[in-house]
């Protein structure tokens, strides 16, 4: 375009500009973009070097593409200039519009900066428009402003040119022909970087979604085919807790199909007493130990642990429920716990569990009016010559171990009293003096008499023999809701609650008479006698002091008695 004589230009030169422009308009990526651009400079508008250095993110300017020159290209190619540097030569030489001519009479101060540049060779102007080979020309190219035009916009690069195939100084309309050159430039540099930016987006968005599925594939397989139950259950809202789906591990669990489950919440299958944890292990995730219903009614304890989590970013939340089978190690620990509490000969509750359940019983604070009986003012204890009949009020015989499931506040173990607000209903004891209906807990201390003389005679197998039938025999005497513990070595001791003194004297009187019957052990027939000493709980005494009462009253009763009748054995 250049070699012709302004303003006549060829209407083939317009046609390369015009083909140059939509060259760079139509390249398939962003490289092949700045490259056409710097091919198109030299192809159309009459340069033989053009280069295209484009703006970085961190600000600096790396040199994109160069046409024209091989040996510049390689020599150049991929450096970087500071934006400092740069900034400093679009603000020196002349404004010619956007462009900017700094003439060798100015820029060898560049010279030693760090933008990449080339030397060109060639003789001095001869006169005053010929290009000198140390001119410099900037095209800034900037990106199209708010309103879709002008040169508000972010600068986008800069194209850098050289050597004019004419020799001269660009007139008016190559000047012109450049600037609008450089806006098209930076339009279809802008277009090819948010085509490249949507590429990469889509290319992240297409392998987002392959690890999605491929996540979700994998959750499905894992929540499939886990060796423990899983479930999925709406969290919040009216259908808290209703379970969406299930495992196969989770149904064989349960005993119950897929189908049925979705029917149910956590909350309809877990046993009454631990619908308060399984409430509060849903609230906001966590773990659990609790018992769920099977199909067939019985229950099973499981291991309930809950994670909350999203379906989306900002979707529906829900409870993933790992559910683990825990059976085994509940009975395993329950064997431990009933091993720590019960005697392993007779399976009665040992000496530590009769204190506890004694202890739980009482408080420090001694109810007004109630004052401690007195072993030395108590009447000796009637020696028992026949069984009475019994006493319809202690109901069929039942199992030996008859705990009290008594509520104690929590926090209030060793505390010295109870305040107007607690639950705890004071223990106490029926008046020492006569029998007025009165009603307390009675502590019936039960020693064997004659039973060293068996396990001498006849070894330590007939004396345990002895001793299980006995505590057969007690545990059978008494009510529901009664303990009969084995305090060591021949000593048992009964807990009966809601008695009256003349009803906790029957009570040792059927129970003395069941004791001595014959017994069977090692193949002989076997007798032993029993004392009673009758002891009555209230607040204000410990454990301790309850089994000391009730033992020296069974001693008082036994010195009452002569030997012959103690012995029955």
């Not at 392959?210 to 899983?230: D, K, N, T, V």
């Not at 009447?379 to 009949?389: L, M, Q, V």
């Amino acid at each position: 375009m250049e070699t012709e004589s302004e303003p006549y230009v060829r209407l083939a030169s317009l046609r390369q500009l015009h083909q140059a422009m939509a060259d760079m308009n139509t390249a398939r990526s962003l490289a092949d973009t700045l490259q056409t651009v710097a091919d198109g400079v030299v192809g159309a508008l009459g340069y033989e070097l053009a280069c295209v250095n484009l703006v970085r993110p961190d600000g600096d300017l790396v040199v994109a593409a160069l046409a024209g020159n091989s040996a510049a290209e390689a020599l150049i190619t991929g450096r970087t200039g500071s934006r400092e540097s740069w900034d400093r030569r679009l603000h020196m030489g002349e404004r010619w519009g956007d462009l900017v001519f700094i003439p060798h009479t100015e820029g060898w101060v560049l010279d030693d900066d760090d933008v990449p540049q080339w030397y060109t060779d060639g003789p001095a102007p001869r006169f005053e428009d010929e290009w000198h080979p140390s001119d410099r020309l900037f095209a800034p190219m900037y990106a199209p402003g708010p309103q879709g035009g002008g040169t508000s916009g972010e600068l986008v690069g800069v194209l850098s040119v050289d050597r004019p195939r004419n020799g001269r100084r660009p007139g008016a309309w190559g000047r012109e022909a450049l600037q609008m050159y450089a806006f098209q430039a930076a339009i279809a540099i802008s277009n090819a970087r948010l085509r490249a930016n949507m590429q990469r987006a889509l290319v992240r968005l297409e392998r987002d979604q392959q690890a999605l599925r491929a996540s979700e594939e994998s959750f499905r397989q894992a929540f499939e085919y886990a060796p423990s139950g899983m479930a999925i259950a709406e969290m919040g809202g009216d259908q808290h807790g209703r379970i969406l789906r299930t495992n196969d591990a989770l149904c064989r669990l349960l005993g119950r199909p897929a189908s049925a489950m979705r029917r149910y919440s956590f909350s309809d299958l877990v046993h009454p007493e631990d619908i308060g944890t399984l409430l509060r292990t849903s609230a906001e995730g966590g773990r659990a130990e609790l018992r769920l219903c099977r199909r067939d009614g019985t229950y099973v304890w499981v291991s309930l642990r809950n994670s909350v989590v999203a379906d989306a970013a900002d979707g529906p939340r829900f409870l993933l429920t790992h559910v683990e089978d825990i059976e085994e190690r509940k009975r395993r620990e329950l064997q431990l716990a009933h091993r720590a509490s019960h005697d392993s000969l007779t399976g009665l509750p040992n000496s530590a569990e009769l204190r506890a359940r004694l202890s739980a019983r009482l408080c420090r604070q001694q109810p007004q009016g109630v004052l401690p009986a007195s072993v030395d003012s108590m009447e000796p204890f009637e020696s028992f010559d026949s069984a009475d009949s019994f006493d319809a009020a202690y109901g069929p015989p039942a199992v030996f171990d008859r705990g009290y499931d008594f509520d104690f506040p929590p926090g209030t173990e060793g505390r010295g009293g109870y305040d107007g607000y607690d639950h705890h209903v004071h223990t106490v004891a029926p008046a020492a003096e006569f029998d007025d209906g009165a009603k307390g807990l009675a502590v019936l201390f039960c020693d064997l008499d004659g039973f060293k003389s068996i396990n001498d005679r006849f070894g330590h197998n007939a004396g345990d023999a002895v001793l299980i039938e006995v505590a057969r025999r007690l545990g059978n005497g008494v009510r529901d809701g009664d303990t009969v513990a084995r305090l060591g070595g021949d000593e048992f001791v009964i807990l009966a609650d809601g008695l009256g003194r003349a009803d906790a004297q029957d009570l040792a009187v059927r129970l003395r008479n069941e004791i001595i019957q014959p017994i069977r052990a090692e193949g002989r027939a076997v007798r032993v006698g029993a004392s009673f000493g009758i002891g009555w709980a209230h607040c204000g005494m410990t454990a301790d002091e309850v089994l000391k009462s009730a033992d020296e009253r069974m001693y008082v009763e036994k010195r009452s008695r002569p030997k012959q009748h103690r012995r029955a054995g």
